[in-house]
């Protein structure tokens, strides 16, 4: 019922649990594994390009329809619509996409889990080795941090015990920023690292590629939890006497340092411990590159704090980033486990169990992907390539879908809800957005430039990922 719903206490609260949603392991993984395969400074670029024209008015737009409908996504895209049958399209979609991306997130969640596990029990070295990972990850010990990880997932969804981990973010994660920050001071400190920052920093413009460009928006999208409902479901607690606008600026500037500083720490320490690579080597980069990086950084930190000291560092920090993790996946579930209560009448608990458990098999299909199963690992090709089914699952949602459901979301604000009423939204609770240039900008933008840009880029990604076919 929309007058019982709970709201934020404060602007500061909402700010926290929204960035504590959004940072996660895109921010400390997907960001530099990208930022690495996708040029550095061109793909930094074209990122915080993106971040600021686009998805800071698309973020402003969900939060407005949120607040305004105080729904879930498929009741918001139903109660700004009157119920139109094609509308509807765009909250399943909003749906269906968390599901999807929860699925692939609990995937790289197991990993940080064992990753833990593995620098408590001081095994820093064999994890620094180039092949640990893979061996790692097609080991029958994967399902029994899934199980472990699926029943605590399970245990915080249905005890409503979100609030206190909430609450416990808010300490745990300004940690882990003061501690990335001082690895990344640590690794400047190191031989080569300013290879690395150069590549980071300095852009060459020539590298910009239409492959760039689509995984610079992917990333930017899943980043801010962009496309995926959540920031609908976040702006329906959002507090009337609050500023849209304002807090959402907030949340993308967290997010955006959060990310920012993990490629000054991962993109140097790659030319640390490996001045010779060259951009060829790096355009085939994937996650393996952090989770291989991060325990050599830990073990030459040694030099400096002793092996204690190293291990104690490696576990606080694989701890905090996971639970990084884990807090934004339990906000992703939250998504369509608020849908199938709202609209579905599932209790809570059915909710649970019945999307967990279609979750939960589709992980584990996902888990034999890459190498366990050849039926998963070698599930289809298209584009040129094998792909397995997680593959799958990080072409069609991570890449494609999220900005089609940014562009659905524009598109529905300005042509179905109407401009006057967006407007309207965005001003209760903030004296100051009547005439101010992000106005002007917003509304400029929502209905015009942004759902173009946004068409091409998903035109040049299906054509790039799924028909291997370059516009340029
Ligand atoms: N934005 C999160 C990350 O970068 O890891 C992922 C995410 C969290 C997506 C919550 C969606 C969401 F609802």
Do not use: H
Not at 100 to 113: D, G, R
Not at 311 to 326: I, M, R
């Amino acid at each position: 019922m929309a007058e019982q719903r709970e709201q934020f206490r404060s602007r500061l609260g909402f700010i926290l649990a929204a960035a504590g949603s959004a940072v996660g392991i895109g921010n400390l993984v997907g960001f530099p594994v990208n930022a690495a395969k996708s040029g550095g400074a061109a793909f930094l670029l074209v990122y915080a390009l993106f971040v600021v024209f686009i998805c800071l008015p698309v973020m402003i737009a969900e939060m407005s329809l949120g607040r305004n409908t105080q729904r879930n996504p498929l009741g918001a895209y139903n109660a700004a619509s009157d119920n139109n049958k094609m509308w509807r399209i765009g909250g399943w979609l909003a749906i269906i996409t968390p599901f999807m991306i929860a699925v692939f997130y609990q995937v790289l969640t197991v990993w940080l889990l064992a990753y833990f596990i593995g620098a408590v029990t001081g095994n820093l070295e064999a994890m620094a080795q180039p092949d640990y990972f893979s061996t790692f990850i097609n080991s029958n010990s994967v399902f029994l941090y899934l199980i472990v990880l699926t029943i605590l997932i399970g245990i915080i969804l249905n005890s409503g015990v979100q609030n206190g981990i909430e609450r416990l973010a808010k300490i745990l994660m300004p940690t882990l920023f003061v501690m990335l920050l001082t690895l990344v001071v640590f690794v400047f400190t190191l031989p080569n690292a300013g290879i690395g920052l150069q590549f980071y920093l300095v852009p060459d413009i020539g590298k910009i590629t239409p492959s760039v460009i689509s995984n610079a928006l992917g990333q930017a999208f899943f980043s801010l939890s962009l496309g995926m409902g959540i920031l609908i479901t976040y702006g329906s607690y959002v507090s009337k006497r609050d500023s849209i606008a304002g807090g959402a600026k907030m949340v993308a500037l967290v997010d955006t340092s959060v990310a920012f500083f993990a490629g000054l720490l991962i993109l140097p320490a790659i030319f640390v411990f490996n001045p010779e690579i060259n951009t060829e080597e790096l355009s085939t980069s994937s996650v393996s590159l952090v989770f291989t990086f991060l325990p050599k950084i830990f073990l030459s930190l040694q030099t400096l704090v002793g092996v204690i000291g190293a291990n104690l560092f490696a576990s606080a920090f694989f701890l905090l980033v996971f639970f990084a993790a884990l807090t934004s996946q339990v906000s992703i579930l939250q998504v369509p486990i608020s849908a199938f209560q709202d609209e579905l009448g599932y209790s809570r608990l059915k909710s649970v169990l019945s999307l967990g458990g279609c979750a939960a098999l589709l992980v584990v299909a996902s888990t034999m992907s890459f190498g366990m199963s050849p039926f998963f690992t070698e599930f289809t090709a298209y584009g040129g390539a094998v792909k397995s089914l997680f593959d799958v699952i990080i072409d069609v949602f991570y890449d494609t879908i999220l900005p089609l459901n940014g562009l659905i979301v524009c598109l529905f604000v300005v042509y179905r809800w109407r401009k006057t009423s967006f407007n309207q939204e965005l001003s209760v609770g903030d004296d100051n957005f009547e005439g101010s240039f992000t106005q002007k900008y917003v509304n400029l933008s929502v209905g015009t430039f942004i759902p173009v840009v946004l068409l091409l880029v998903f035109i040049n990604t299906v054509a790039l990922k799924f028909f291997g076919f370059s516009f340029v």
